[in-house]
Nanobody, 117 residues
Framework: VQLQACGGGLVQAGGSLRLSCSASGSNFGWYDMDWYRQAPGKQRESVASISGTSGTKYADSVKGRFTISRDNAENTVYLQMNNLKPEDTAVYYC????????????WGQGTLVTVSS
């Protein structure tokens, strides 16, 4: 599986962006998918997760502002980010894992999100 993330950019505080992560390969619809982010000087952290059955989880810092979704027909996972804050500035990465093999990780390249105050 190969993951390709896009959609980052520069936005003012309060604005919105939508990130996309396109996957190649089979069985994508069953994969657990996540968005992580890494800000300068900080560790990578999980932002949002969506299971193969579309169950979702969010970090407390983004609840109510970010929405993760998936379109299995398009092999794509999205992260809709609203009411962005300067502290959301980071490189965002998509990640996938097959639930039948949790030790297998797939990462996309990062996409930079910069939120100006």
């Amino acid at each position: 599986v190969q993951l390709q993330a896009c959609g980052g950019g520069l936005v003012q505080a309060g604005g919105s962006l939508r990130l996309s992560c396109s996957a190649s390969g089979s069985n994508f619809g069953w994969y657990d998918m996540d968005w992580y982010r890494q800000a300068p000087g900080k560790q990578r952290e999980s932002v949002a997760s969506i299971s193969g059955t579309s169950g979702t989880k969010y970090a407390d810092s983004v609840k109510g502002r970010f929405t993760i979704s998936r379109d299995n027909a398009e092999n794509t996972v999205y992260l809709q980010m609203n009411n962005l804050k300067p502290e959301d500035t980071a490189v965002y990465y998509c990640h996938g894992r097959p639930p039948w093999n949790p030790s297998r990780d797939y990462w996309g390249q990062g996409t930079l999100v910069t939120v100006s105050s």
